[in-house]
């Protein structure tokens, strides 16, 4: 999925086997940038966070202009795994250590508003999304299920209902000899990330937000108004909100130098079998939840609206494709559900997530009228929601919410371009030989 030093490439051509792809409708191709404009807040990608945002700024009177360097949802908004899961990829440490007691607990509450603002979309703008609830938290070894009832208790400490299963109680939950331990709570859950992306772009421009596609911003002059240039026109704006994460440095190097470092592009790969019995759908996993397990080098996989089983996983930290990706995948899904071996694969796709090195989001600004929404971590779908409302809050003013997250410290991955990601595969080589214990 693309060189060594790139994310575009042969990541474009893994990305024509989507089953999102495949299962929506796009409109005609947006018109990308061919003159000089003039906006209140000038967004930067056109995923769930710039929409988000620029959908927010909208509805508080201001004039947004969003480019986006290849199409609406493009990049991981329309290709992941589509599980809107409460809490950060970090856990609560990370905000318990720097921020303290009363601030972290704001933020775990800023999570679950984080999937009430994306139900509340959903119903507002009539997104069909194929919106479930239920999701499983799941541990394939006597050590990783000991973690996940520690993790569990203090879901609950914190008010969520878990519901536990083990040994002959497991199937109630999930039928799969892989795992000796599950938990399930009903506020995450899962949805079609593309669907809701094309819908979140739809709410944007119904409030007057004008998107632009294929429009990569090449370089960007920051001062009292910020003036982002692109192949063929520019904006000229107040405030400005970087929203395209990873793929930032892909299209314009310098448009964030100082932010970008601190990101790291993950690989994730996901297969879609062909449409399944629903009654085989339903013994293997009662609730129709979506699920992960808790490794290092995680496994997570739930079932479409039309019965596909979404099987993801086999991260790349050297942003290539692994190698025999497609059987793989086939051989793990096939040891997580056994009555799956030999279904068809009907498609099979990746994309990058952008991690941070503690996984916990990295919002803040430069100078007084640029900020910037990255980190996710793998808990984007509901997160970038919310950040997207934090971002709208500060620009009109009212920056206590973003400024939380600001607060939080971040380090840049060690050695530059060129030594962070053989190092980080040798760390991930690591995790792995330690999940198998």
């Known amino acids: 999925m693309g060189g060594t030093h790139s994310l575009t490439g042969s990541d474009t051509q893994l990305n024509r086997r989507s089953y999102y792809e495949a299962s929506v409708q796009r409109p005609e191709v947006l018109p990308s940038l061919q003159e000089n404009l003039e906006a209140d807040v000038l967004v930067v990608g056109a995923g769930f966070a710039g929409l988000s945002a620029a959908l927010e700024l909208a509805q508080r009177g201001l004039s947004v202009v969003v480019l986006e360097a290849e199409r609406i949802g493009s990049g991981a908004s329309g290709r992941n795994g589509g599980q809107a899961i409460v809490g950060y990829a970090s856990g609560q440490g990370p905000f318990e250590q720097q921020l303290g007691a009363a601030d972290a607990q704001r933020a775990w509450e800023m999570s679950l508003e984080a999937i009430d603002l994306l139900d509340a979309r959903i ?61 399930r709570e009903t506020r995450s859950g899962h949805l079609h ?64 130098p100082d932010v970008a470092p601190r990101i790291m592009p993950v690989g994730t790969y996901i297969l879609a079998t062909a449409p399944l019995d629903p009654a085989l759908c339903a013994r293997l996993i009662p609730g129709n939840a979506a699920a992960c397990d808790n490794n290092f080098v995680l496994d997570y996989f739930r079932f479409s609206a039309d019965a596909r089983m979404l099987f993801g996983g086999r991260v790349s930290y050297t942003t290539r494709t692994p190698p025999r990706l497609e059987e793989v995948m086939r051989e793990r899904m096939g040891q997580v559900f056994p009555a799956l071996r030999g279904v068809p694969t009907d498609y099979l796709w990746g994309g990058f997530v952008d991690i941070s090195m503690n996984r916990a989001p990295d919002f803040g600004r430069l100078g007084h009228n640029l900020y910037y929404l990255q980190g996710f971590s793998g808990h984007g779908v509901a997160l970038t929601g919310l950040a997207g409302l934090l971002v709208a809050e500060a620009v009109a003013g009212q920056a206590g919410r973003f400024d939380l997250f600001a607060r939080l410290r971040h380090r840049s991955f060690p050695g530059g371009p060129l030594l962070r990601t053989p190092s980080l595969a040798l760390g991930m080589l690591w995790h792995r030989l330690r999940d198998a214990v």
Not at 150 to 174: C, N, T, Y
Not at 201 to 211: D, E, K, S
């Open 123 to 183: 119903a507002r703008h009539g997104i069909a999304c194929d919106r479930v609830d239920g999701y499983l938290y799941v541990a394939d070894s006597a050590r990783k299920a000991r973690a996940l009832r520690e993790e569990m208790d203090g879901l609950e400490k914190r008010g969520l209902a878990v519901d536990w299963a083990e040994g002959a109680d497991l199937p109630r939950l999930i039928d799969s000899p892989r795992y000796v331990a599950a938990a």
């Open 193 to 256: 990330p593309l669907k809701y992306a094309l819908g979140l772009a739809r709410a944007a421009q119904a409030a007057g937000v004008r998107i632009f596609e294929h429009s990569p911003v090449t370089g960007l002059l920051r001062g009292a108004k910020l003036v982002a240039g692109t192949p063929q026109g520019q904006v000229k704006a107040r405030f400005g909100v970087l929203a395209g994460n990873c793929m930032l440095p892909e299209y314009g190097p310098r448009v964030a």
